[in-house]
C-alpha cells in the first residue's frame, strides 16, 4: 500500500513542480533608478526642498502595470510591476531630478536650520497614462509654496512621450516624462528663489 501512496505523492509534487516552472517570471521597473546621479547642473543651493508623497488616479495605485490596450480598455499586466507603487515612484523620481537639476536635497521629514528656506512642491498627478508602442503620458498639477509663506503657484505640465514597442521603452518614456515635469518645478523654484515672478 505504501508504493503506490508515495508514487502518487511524488507525481504530484512533480506536477507542482512543473506549473511553478512554467509560469513567466515576474518583471519589476523603477522609475527613479540612476535618476539623479549625475552631478548637479546649479552650485550649491541656499535652500532645501521638500517633496511630500505624490498623489495618483485610484485605477493606477497599483504594483502591475497598467496599460491601455483600446477605447475604454486597459489591461493590467500580473507579470509587469513596478518595484514600488506608482505614486511613490513618481515621488521619488521627482525627488531625485529636481534635487539633481537645484543643486539641492530633499529634507521631507527631516529637520533643518530655522534660518534655513525650505520649497515645498506638492504634486497631483492627474493621469498617468500607459499606451506600449504608442505613448507615456504624465497629467500633474503640481506646487511650489515657501515654508512660512501663504503665497503659492499652481501650475500643470503634461509630459506625452512617443515610446517604441516593448515594456522597457515604455518605462523610459515615463522616466522621461518625469524629467520634464521636474525640469518646469524646478524652472519655478529658481525664480522664486530669486525673487523673480515666476510663470507656469
Known amino acids: 500500500m505504501m508504493r503506490p501512496m508515495n508514487a502518487a505523492a511524488g507525481a504530484v509534487a512533480l506536477a507542482l513542480l512543473a506549473g511553478c516552472a512554467s509560469a513567466p517570471p515576474e518583471r519589476f521597473y523603477s522609475l527613479s533608478n540612476g535618476m539623479g546621479v549625475t552631478e548637479a547642473k546649479a552650485p550649491r543651493a541656499a535652500y532645501y526642498i521638500e517633496v511630500p508623497a505624490v498623489t495618483v488616479p485610484q485605477q493606477v495605485a ?20 513596478w518595484s514600488s507603487p506608482p505614486a511613490s515612484e513618481i515621488g521619488q523620481a521627482l525627488s531625485l531630478a529636481i534635487s539633481g537639476e537645484l543643486g539641492t536635497i530633499d529634507v521631507f521629514r527631516t529637520p533643518t536650520p530655522d534660518s534655513a528656506p525650505v ?35 499652481t501650475c500643470r505640465s503634461v509630459a506625452n512621450e512617443q515610446v517604441a514597442a516593448g515594456y522597457d521603452a515604455l518605462v523610459a518614456g515615463h522616466r522621461r516624462a518625469v524629467a520634464r515635469i521636474a525640469a518646469d518645478i524646478s524652472k519655478a523654484v529658481l525664480a522664486i528663489a530669486a525673487g523673480t515672478p515666476p510663470t507656469c
Do not use: M
Not at 70 to 77: E, K, P, S, T, Y
Open 62 to 81: 497599483r504594483n502591475q502595470l497598467v496599460v491601455s490596450t483600446g477605447a475604454g480598455r486597459i489591461d493590467l499586466l500580473e507579470q509587469e510591476r
Open 119 to 153: 520649497y515645498r512642491i506638492s504634486t497631483n498627478v492627474q493621469r498617468f497614462e500607459s499606451a506600449p508602442g504608442q505613448y507615456a503620458l504624465i497629467d500633474a498639477v503640481w506646487s511650489v509654496r515657501l515654508v512660512g509663506s501663504s503665497k503659492v503657484l
